[in-house]
């Protein structure tokens, strides 16, 4: 029996409960609790189980070295090494690239768009984390669509769930994958190789793609009117007015900065003599007969004009006239999960600071901001609508915490580094498909072999790294083993073997999937590998099934929450830009779920029995 083996209950027969089963399903609910709630970022919480487990080591059994373990847990440090090797891809334009490809293919038929979409976003996917594939290709997939006159929301969403299928070509698709090998090896002595369940993947992902093709591409709804513009996107013509500064005027002297620090109406563009002055202008002094483009209620307009010696000019601003220079862009960005700017307002965010760019509207899913937008505290998941130059949009387009939400003309991309990052990717594949190298060892090989030959530079490694998904792994890995040690694992399997009563092992297999994919809602992925597999190796060890069956049905229906927004992150990258309601994602998630979830269980029985 391997390390960490569980010992098994009879079928039919209930382990005793005992009080360390208590103590963890009592730290367990707690951590549901705030997973659900998200009082605390999902790290923190980790690191709270983390502690709790320690703390509580004689009910729990998980000692110090076992509570820490998760941060030198082979899983964690190769999941942070793909993120590195994800960089570098991203580093040299390369998916980019694809992404006009794709362009260039798919422009103007809606049919041949969508397939580019699912071709670009999920084969990659195989071998690159999926989340940092999302990020880069939702520009393109953006331009794409308003290019060819299709809604947006027709093709970000199938952007989403083809990553998510695409994840699970190999074992370094996902992080999730990489977090199930390390359980089964503990669990079972049987870690997955780098093409483990290529075979099922592929089905999966075959599927997925026709699925969307022919029926969920009918069930989004155009969210997003297609052909039309951002200011008409955002719903702005209410909210934009041009003003002309009449002689005698007390803004007449004042500046930009003053005005907007004074009044409720914020100008977003200076107009002289029909020119656009280029950001910064906030120091502008006002000068009778200019124009100011000014952002607020059509009642707050009023009062100005009745007050301080303006008058309305036009009240159907364009994009040309708040974009009004050949060097400022109307262009949305959106804030990821793991930001540095969730939790701050606006005003105090460095998009003000140090980007200074002018606020016009915030989408929150369906939902659109246009009010007090210096008060608003952003979240992850916002599309901020936003003006600037082209020099400021360069830096954002490098920064972590923003993902903009538009190709660039001309990027700062290492191109000429493309074939060595892919060659070093493709290694770090080879290396541990052949088993020369374990995968851990190959990857951390490959950062180096990123770093030596100039794809990265040595200070771009810490930003690369989705730290709150690392310390979300280490801090929960440890529940992982509590769940075994006390037995809790064993009588949850035991009672999920109860239905082996009315199923075939087919049926209970099933249900275990459908479990973990409702557990992976609330948990996070990684978090239902952890808690599921023991579980679901503990079932099939009552019932007299595979156990290596049940691991890959954790793995798989851990990877597929595609019902909610939050419940995976690329969905959440596609939430605002795509303009989508809660709803939507049940709308055309859960057919795709249910569909799955019988196609990768009947899989599972074709390709390892059970």
Same mark, same amino acid.
């Given at each position: 029996?391997?390390?960490?083996?569980?010992?098994?209950?009879?079928?039919?027969?209930?382990?005793?409960?005992?009080?360390?089963?208590?103590?963890?399903?009592?730290?367990?609910?707690?951590?549901?609790?705030?997973?659900?709630?998200?009082?605390?970022?999902?790290?923190?919480?980790?690191?709270?189980?983390?502690?709790?487990?320690?703390?509580?080591?004689?009910?729990?059994?998980?000692? !110090?070295?076992?509570?820490?373990? &998760?941060?030198?847990?082979?899983?964690?440090?190769?999941?942070?090494? *793909?993120?590195?090797?994800?960089?570098?891809?991203?580093?040299?334009?390369?998916?980019?690239?694809?992404?006009?490809? *794709?362009?260039?293919?798919?422009? &103007?038929?809606?049919?041949?768009?969508?397939?580019?979409?699912?071709?670009?976003?999920?084969?990659?996917?195989?071998?690159?984390?999926?989340?940092?594939?999302?990020?880069?290709?939702?520009?393109?997939?953006?331009?794409?669509?308003?290019?060819?006159?299709?809604?947006?929301? $027709?093709?970000?969403?199938?952007?989403?769930?083809?990553?998510? %299928?695409?994840?699970?070509?190999?074992?370094?698709?996902?992080?999730?994958?990489?977090?199930?090998?390390?359980?089964?090896?503990?669990?079972?002595?049987?870690?997955?190789?780098?093409?483990?369940?290529?075979?099922?993947?592929?089905?999966?992902?075959?599927?997925?793609?026709?699925? /969307?093709?022919?029926?969920?591409?009918?069930?989004?709804?155009?969210?997003?009117?297609?052909?039309?513009?951002?200011?008409?996107?955002?719903? *702005?013509?209410?909210?934009?007015?041009?003003?002309?500064?009449?002689?005698?005027?007390?803004?007449?002297?004042?500046?930009?900065?003053? %005005?907007?620090?004074?009044?409720?109406?914020?100008?977003?563009?200076?107009?002289?003599?029909?020119?656009?002055?280029?950001?910064?202008?906030?120091?502008?002094?006002?000068?009778?007969?200019?124009?100011?483009?000014?952002?607020?209620?059509?009642?707050?307009?009023?009062?100005?004009?009745?007050?301080?010696?303006?008058?309305?000019?036009?009240?159907?601003?364009?994009?040309?006239?708040?974009?009004?220079?050949?060097?400022?862009?109307?262009?949305?960005?959106?804030?990821?999960?793991?930001?540095?700017?969730?939790?701050?307002?606006?005003?105090?965010?460095?998009?003000?600071?140090?980007?200074?760019?002018?606020?016009?509207?915030?989408?929150?899913?369906?939902?659109?901001?246009?009010?007090?937008?210096?008060?608003?505290?952003?979240?992850? &998941?916002?599309?901020?609508?936003?003006?600037?130059?082209?020099?400021?949009?360069?830096?954002?387009?490098?920064?972590?915490?923003?993902?903009?939400?538009?190709?660039?003309?001309?990027?700062?991309?290492?191109?000429? $580094? !493309?074939?060595?990052?892919?060659?070093?990717? /493709?290694?770090?594949?080879?290396?541990?498909?052949?088993?020369?190298?374990?995968?851990?060892?190959?990857?951390?090989?490959?950062?180096?072999?990123?770093?030596?030959?100039?794809?990265?530079?040595?200070?771009?490694?810490?930003?690369?790294?989705?730290?709150? #998904? %690392?310390?979300?792994?280490?801090?929960?890995?440890?529940?992982?083993?509590?769940?075994?040690?006390?037995?809790?694992?064993?009588?949850?399997?035991?009672? #999920?073997?109860?239905?082996?009563?009315?199923?075939?092992?087919?049926?209970?297999?099933?249900?275990?999937?459908?479990?973990?994919?409702?557990?992976?809602?609330? %948990?996070?992925?990684?978090?239902?590998?952890?808690?599921?597999?023991?579980?679901?190796?503990?079932?099939?060890?009552?019932?007299?099934?595979?156990?290596?069956?049940?691991?890959?049905?954790?793995?798989?229906?851990?990877?597929?929450?595609?019902?909610?927004?939050?419940?995976?992150?690329?969905?959440?990258?596609?939430?605002?830009?795509?303009?989508?309601?809660?709803?939507?994602?049940?709308?055309?998630?859960?057919?795709?779920?249910?569909?799955?979830?019988? #196609?990768?269980?009947?899989?599972?029985?074709?390709?390892?029995?059970?």
């Amino acid at each position: 029996m391997p390390a960490g083996a569980l010992a098994l209950a009879q079928p039919g027969q209930l382990p005793p409960i005992t009080t360390g089963m208590v103590v963890v399903f009592a730290i367990t609910i707690g951590a549901f609790a705030l997973f659900a709630s998200e009082l605390v970022p999902v790290d923190v919480t980790a690191l709270l189980v983390m502690v709790a487990l320690m703390v509580l080591e004689p009910w729990t059994r998980v000692s !110090i070295e076992e509570g820490v373990s &998760g941060f030198s847990n082979s899983a964690t440090i190769t999941v942070l090494a *793909m993120f590195i090797l994800s960089a570098g891809i991203n580093r040299t334009g390369a998916v980019q690239r694809l992404g006009r490809w *794709m362009a260039g293919v798919a422009r &103007g038929d809606e049919r041949r768009q969508l397939l580019s979409v699912i071709g670009v976003a999920g084969l990659p996917s195989g071998l690159l984390n999926n989340t940092p594939i999302v990020a880069m290709l939702i520009p393109a997939v953006s331009d794409l669509a308003r290019e060819g006159g299709t809604s947006p929301s $027709k093709l970000l969403l199938p952007l989403s769930y083809a990553s998510m %299928v695409g994840g699970m070509l190999t074992l370094i698709g996902t992080s999730t994958n990489l977090v199930a090998s390390d359980v089964s090896a503990r669990l079972l002595d049987r870690p997955f190789s780098m093409f483990e369940f290529t075979e099922l993947g592929a089905l999966v992902f075959v599927t997925g793609a026709l699925y /969307l093709l022919l029926v969920g591409h009918r069930l989004i709804p155009e969210r997003i009117a297609a052909g039309g513009g951002l200011l008409e996107e955002f719903e *702005m013509s209410e909210y934009l007015t041009e003003l002309r500064v009449e002689e005698g005027s007390p803004l007449v002297g004042e500046t930009v900065a003053a %005005v907007n620090e004074e009044y409720t109406p914020h100008i977003v563009q200076l107009l002289r003599d029909e020119e656009g002055f280029i950001e910064p202008f906030t120091e502008s002094t006002l000068q009778a007969g200019d124009s100011l483009i000014v952002r607020t209620g059509i009642d707050e307009i009023r009062d100005l004009a009745t007050a301080e010696g303006v008058s309305i000019a036009n009240t159907a601003v364009t994009e040309t006239d708040v974009a009004a220079t050949a060097d400022q862009h109307l262009v949305e960005l959106v804030v990821p999960t793991g930001s540095s700017f969730v939790g701050e307002s606006l005003d105090g965010s460095p998009l003000r600071r140090e980007y200074d760019v002018n606020l016009l509207s915030i989408r929150r899913g369906a939902e659109l901001l246009h009010r007090r937008l210096d008060d608003v505290v952003l979240d992850r &998941g916002d599309t901020v609508l936003v003006q600037a130059t082209a020099e400021s949009l360069g830096r954002m387009a490098a920064d972590p915490n923003v993902i903009v939400a538009r190709e660039l003309e001309d990027p700062d991309y290492r191109t000429e $580094k !493309i074939p060595l990052a892919v060659g070093i990717v /493709l290694a770090v594949v080879g290396l541990a498909a052949f088993g020369v190298l374990d995968i851990l060892v190959a990857a951390l090989a490959g950062v180096i072999a990123m770093v030596l030959s100039g794809v990265l530079d040595a200070d771009e490694l810490y930003d690369a790294v989705e730290w709150d #998904v %690392v310390f979300l792994l280490a801090g929960l890995i440890p529940l992982g083993i509590a769940f075994s040690q006390t037995g809790a694992a064993v009588l949850i399997g035991a009672l #999920v073997a109860e239905s082996a009563a009315y199923l075939p092992p087919l049926g209970v297999l099933w249900v275990f999937y459908v479990i973990t994919a409702l557990t992976t809602a609330v %948990v996070s992925n990684a978090g239902s590998v952890v808690l599921m597999i023991p579980v679901g190796v503990a079932t099939a060890g009552t019932i007299g099934a595979n156990p290596f069956a049940f691991v890959l049905a954790v793995t798989f229906a851990a990877s597929a929450d595609f019902m909610t927004p939050i419940g995976y992150q690329t969905n959440l990258l596609v939430y605002g830009p795509g303009g989508y309601r809660f709803t939507d994602y049940f709308r055309v998630g859960a057919p795709l779920q249910i569909l799955l979830s019988v #196609v990768t269980v009947l899989g599972i029985s074709l390709f390892w029995g059970l």
